[in-house]
């Protein structure tokens, strides 16, 4: 009977390093998601930079742990809602590793109330960093990308279904990026260059810890019975990053636990 032959040390080292030779910058990419999606990059072979706002050492600590295993990667301190940070942090990435292939657009925030009380500074803020922060990081980024760059948004489950009230404005920004990326397929598809957006579902991380205020009401909507881990939601990122996903562009992927089901 014949065997079937190894896999040529070509295509080993393809399989266990998908990203090799790739340059990823992850906005937001020091805590919870943001690290994992960082840490899991850097594993498939990418060098990794993060950005950064009030957590210095948490981001440090994510490049050590990275470069531990043996993985480049860089932290770049940088105000998601400040255009020119953004831009700055980009042009950083590009200096240091000579291009960008991969942006994640991960960084965001969370500040919400009743409708009626809904401060116009917080408003601005949220639109500043989950809205504007999206636009700029990928228009600059796309700058420098070529056939086979990847952008990877992460957005919300809430935009499927909102289960709890005070979240208005939250949706809101992140119904944008999700209308963003539908359209921007058709610019970037001819460039070969493709866009996705993944929607976590509750997730266990520091805006939203399993055990906390919210997951007490949702809970019991996750079908799987628990919260999902970062980890979970970086490994869907880490597909659409690989050439694996060369053909998928435009999609809203949803990573939730079956909670909207």
């Known amino acids: 009977m014949n065997q079937a032959s190894p896999l040529s040390e070509t295509a080993a080292k393809t399989l266990a390093s998908p990203l090799a030779g790739k340059v990823a910058l992850v906005t937001g990419g020091s805590r919870s998601i943001g690290a994992a999606i960082a840490a899991r990059l850097a594993a498939d072979g990418a060098a990794v930079a ?4 009030g957590s210095p050492e948490k981001a440090a600590a994510v490049v050590a742990g990275i470069q531990a295993k ?7 301190a940088a105000d998601a809602g400040s255009p020119e940070a953004v831009r700055a942090a980009v042009g950083k990435v590009v200096e240091t590793f000579g291009s960008i292939d991969i942006l994640v657009n991960n960084a965001g925030i969370a500040l919400g109330g009743p409708i009626e009380e809904i401060s116009f500074d917080d408003y601005q803020r949220m639109i500043a960093v989950n809205v504007t922060g999206v636009f700029v990081a990928t228009q600059e980024a796309v700058r420098h990308m070529t056939a086979g760059g990847r952008v990877i948004h992460i957005g919300s489950s809430m935009v499927r279904y909102a289960a709890f009230p005070t979240a208005s404005l939250y ?4 119904g944008a990026v ?15 260059i493709t866009v996705n957006t993944v929607h976590p579902g509750p997730t266990d991380t520091d805006m939203n ?17 628990r919260y999902g881990k970062a980890h979970e939601v970086a490994s ?10 060369a053909f998928v562009t435009g999609a809203d992927i949803v990573a939730d636990g079956g909670f909207t089901a």
């Open 50 to 53: 993060l950005t950064y706002n």
């Open 70 to 76: 043996g993985g480049r990667a860089l932290a770049i």
């Open 171 to 174: 949706t809101l920004t992140k």
């Open 178 to 192: 999700a209308g963003f990326n539908r359209s921007l397929v058709r610019d970037l598809g001819p460039k070969g």
């Open 209 to 225: 810890p399993d055990g906390g205020p919210v997951s007490k009401i949702v809970g019991p909507g996750m079908a799987i019975g």
């Open 236 to 245: 869907v990122v880490a597909y659409l990053a690989s050439p694996e996903a």
